[in-house]
């Protein structure tokens, strides 16, 4: 039988579907900015770092050298209230303001220090 004592990370962390790792340039600032989201730290070591919100993993590692330039991509979170939401985060940088949009969502979207661009939204019923 091998062994496993290289493995780290809760077996939810490890098996997290759809968990998006993130490559910044201040592991200190990014978790700061995604704290004020309501994401949550589920495990930090020296240069990495993993955190939720809800069944949502983000995966964050350190270096100095990585793009702050915008992404062309977003990571859709998808909320029961999202102008509750929109209501706790508007002061932060907005790149879409909240609004009804014809493919079936109430959303909006901000901008982390890096560049990357999360969406928090809710159906339209």
């Known amino acids: 039988m091998a062994s496993h004592r290289h493995i780290v990370g809760s077996r939810e962390e490890r098996a ?14 990014a978790l700061s900015f995604y704290a004020s989201l309501g994401f ?4 930090r070591t020296d ?3 993993v955190m939720t919100f809800g069944d949502v993993h983000l995966l964050f590692a350190e270096d100095p050298a990585a793009t702050t330039a915008p992404r062309w991509a977003n990571l859709r979170i998808v909320v029961a209230d999202v102008d ?10 907005i790149a879409c303001p ?9 959303d ?10 999360l969406r ?5 019923e």
């Open 47 to 49: 240069g990495f770092a």
């Open 16 to 29: 997290a579907q759809g968990a998006l790792e993130l490559v910044v340039p201040d592991l200190a600032r």
């Open 98 to 106: 909240i609004g009804d949009r014809e493919y079936g969502l109430r």
């Open 120 to 124: 928090f939204a809710q159906l339209i």
């Open 84 to 93: 509750r939401i929109w209501a706790l985060l508007r002061h932060l940088p």
């Open 40 to 43: 949550e730290t589920l495990r």
């Open 108 to 117: 909006f979207t901000v901008r982390d220090p890096f560049g990357f661009e």
